[in-house]
């Protein structure tokens, strides 16, 4: 069992950086792959980023690449997604996801993660 609670979000202007955090308590944190998920007022959950378990290798969806980056601090059990040059179109609330037994070809898809946080709202203004 893993719990997931995130912390950074926050109201900012258009070309600013936040910064998110997403602390994991429970046992072997090192094994579980870790993503970052969005949902907007009205849309379907989307995927952003992910770090896998084995390796470390992050893919990111293509809306985001370049802006942002997911890392991960194994020591502290968590995993960060650091957001730069956020628009408007950022704005969701940011979901921080995590399971033990991923395959690349589920890496973006939120119905194969078991272990969701609570959401962080990111407020993007122009």
């Not at 849309?43 to 370049?66: L, Q």
């Not at 802006?67 to 957001?83: C, E, G, P």
Request: with cysteine; hydrophobic share 35%.
């Amino acid at each position: 069992q893993v719990q997931l609670v995130e912390s950074g979000g926050g109201f900012v202007q258009a070309g600013d950086f936040l910064r998110l955090s997403c602390t994991a308590s429970g046992r072997a944190f090192r094994q579980y792959t870790m993503a970052w998920f969005r949902q907007a007022p009205g849309k379907d959950r989307e995927f952003v980023a992910v770090i896998r378990a084995s390796g470390g290798h992050t893919y990111y969806a293509d809306s985001v690449k370049g802006r942002f980056t997911i890392s991960r601090d194994v020591a502290k059990s968590t995993v960060y997604l650091h957001m730069n040059s956020v628009k408007p179109e950022d704005t969701a609330v940011y979901f921080c996801a995590a399971d033990s037994s991923m395959i690349y070809s589920t890496l973006a898809d939120y119905q194969a993660y078991d272990y969701w946080g609570q959401g962080t709202q990111v407020t993007v203004s122009a």
